[in-house]
């Protein structure tokens, strides 16, 4: 749990960035209490309106929800106790900027916790499904895309340039589960741009023979209660080093 391992106490001020529909950021306004806050910003006004649409817990902290770029980022410098960024990092057209912009508006004793994905090897659904559209002839470099971040050395190195310090780059692994195989690729079609977009290239008459040829490539993955398919991540935790970077 990145939210846990962010160590928020009550009273402490939290920015989730790249927030989506707000739910990391609802998770640590109960560890923060009545008695601190929590912003969520994202690039995407669709996001932004159903977060706040959602209601909130009269027992956590104040949320606040703002649109806008994670790049220039609409809060002063050291406001928050700590920023979180839940597979967010690898869709930034610049992700330095964006990991500095992180550290620039943390106190000094504040600490960043972010996760991104592993490569798709190491995701194993996403891997079989790209792999299976490909042989199909379809463009699924949009799919592939949520993992371009997956190098650890690279994600160490980032966090360093953009004025982190006791960075610590950990590797961990969730099982996510789905009644089937065709569940799975439902679940898809239905979800995140970069996967939905690139089924929709497929033709419909191939999508059985996808779903089939998806079941072959699970297989190892499948027992009594459906598909347990693991998906890797990295976590990113790090601290901001104010002697070396004060200021914007």
Not at 51 to 75: I, K, N, V
Not at 127 to 140: F, Q, Y
């Amino acid at each position: 749990n990145v939210t846990a391992l962010a160590l928020l106490v009550p009273g402490e001020h939290v920015l989730d960035v790249a927030c989506g529909t707000g739910t990391a950021a609802r998770v640590a306004a109960q560890y923060v209490t009545a008695t601190g806050t929590v912003a969520g910003l994202d690039i995407d006004p669709g996001m932004i309106e159903v977060a706040r649409s959602r209601p909130s817990s009269s027992e956590g902290a104040r949320l606040s929800w703002h649109c806008g770029s994670a790049l220039d980022m609409p809060f002063s410098g050291g406001m928050f106790d700590a920023v979180l960024c839940l597979q967010g990092l690898q869709f930034f057209p610049d992700k330095l900027a964006g990991l500095r912009e992180m550290r620039r508006v943390l106190k000094p004793a504040g600490r960043l916790a972010a996760s991104v994905w592993r490569t798709i090897e190491h995701c194993k659904g996403h891997h079989a499904l790209t792999e299976a559209l490909e042989r199909h002839g379809v463009d699924a470099s949009a799919a592939r895309r949520p993992f371009s971040l997956g190098d650890a050395e690279e994600l160490n190195r980032l966090a360093h340039e953009a004025g982190f310090r006791e960075v610590n780059v950990q590797a961990v692994v969730k099982v996510i589960r789905f009644h089937s195989p065709r569940q799975f690729i439902e679940s898809l079609a239905a979800g995140a741009p970069s996967t939905r977009h690139a089924l929709a290239k497929l033709p419909g008459s191939e999508r059985g023979v996808l779903v089939d040829e998806m079941a072959a490539s699970l297989q190892r993955y499948v027992d009594r209660e459906g598909v347990a398919i693991p998906y890797a991540s990295h976590l990113l935790l790090a601290r901001p080093q104010p002697e070396r970077y004060a200021g914007r």
